[in-house]
């Protein structure tokens, strides 16, 4: 399978040295979840890399959705990232506070909307802080670009793909959650869902996918982490998670050892587990 590492990542002194790059844009892509009570935007004004905009996946998203940092249309998305600057030509790379976490998500929904020049930094803040690195402080106001869209939908899974899929003897789903959120032990963060996961569905916590100082574990501790739950890396694969945040980076990791058959369900828990005539598996 080929090594897609290079193309995926770029490093932190990759991004020093491309700072004043015209031809790169970077976007913060830090999310937190409600119960911990933290205020990325206003972290980002705090500090952020140099010419970073801030990308919000709350504000990305689709309006009309019950659920937040659904999927947004085409146009929409073509919008609210052109109006970051954001465009077409340019190299984007994304990164997020937490070393790697919401940022895949965005990596993915920039592959989803046809701009495949994007890469997330490997390490992210913390790793950019720990090193010494250069920060700005206060909101940005970038100039606008045009984006264009081009959309694969083949990339995203919703709850009635993935309820017909179960029915597949080749199912393969994947869930990024901790290991007693998905086998139930624990109560999902995500208030009103049941505790579980979904028939047939294996567990590999996305922690799992970085190394101490938050890079992303060499190709063949991937490869390893797959095949240690029983999934095949040549055949098709629906990854999950709490709301589709790190489900993306189980789908970076994919991407990474050379599987182009792997999509998100964007929903995932936070959607399945509050449907009583979805079905679901706890362990509790």
């Known amino acids: 399978m080929t090594d897609r590492r290079a193309e995926a990542l770029v490093s932190t002194a990759w991004l020093a040295e491309h700072l004043d790059d015209p031809n790169v844009r970077i976007a913060d892509a830090t999310f937190h979840l409600a119960d911990l ?3 990325a935007q206003a972290e980002f004004e705090a500090q952020h890399i140099p010419g970073a905009v801030f990308f919000d996946i709350d504000d990305i998203a ?4 019950e659920l937040t940092h659904m999927l947004p249309d085409a146009k929409l998305f073509a919008e609210k990232v052109g109006a970051l600057g954001l465009g077409d030509g340019k190299k984007i790379v994304v990164y997020d506070s937490l070393g790697l976490y919401s940022a895949a998500r965005v990596w993915w929904m920039f592959k989803l909307f046809g701009h495949d020049d994007v890469a997330v930094l490997d390490g992210g ?5 720990a090193e010494g690195r250069p920060i700005e402080i206060g909101a940005q106001n970038p100039s606008p670009a045009a984006f264009t869209p081009n959309e694969h939908p083949e990339m995203v899974q919703r709850w009635q793909d993935v309820l017909a899929a179960l029915d597949k003897p080749d199912l393969q789903l994947v869930d990024a959650r901790t ?3 998905w086998s139930g032990a624990e109560q999902d963060r995500y208030p009103g869902v049941r505790r579980g996961h ?3 569905s294996v567990n590999l916590y996305w922690a799992e996918l970085l190394n101490p ?10 490869r390893q982490l797959f095949d240690a739950r029983g999934v095949d890396l040549n055949r098709e694969v629906i990854t999950t998670c709490g709301s589709g945040v790190t489900a993306c980076m189980l789908g970076l990791a994919l991407h990474m050892v050379g599987n182009d058959r792997w999509t998100v369900y964007d929903g995932s828990w936070d959607e399945w587990g509050r449907r009583e005539d979805l079905p679901a598996v706890s362990e509790a």
Request: no cysteine; glycine share 10%.
């Open 179 to 181: 290991p007693g959120r």
């Open 198 to 200: 979904m028939p047939g």
């Open 62 to 65: 689709d309006p009309d959705h």
């Open 125 to 129: 803040l913390p790793k950019w802080l």
């Open 213 to 222: 100082d938050k890079t992303v574990r060499t190709t063949d501790e991937l």
């Open 37 to 39: 009570g933290r205020d």
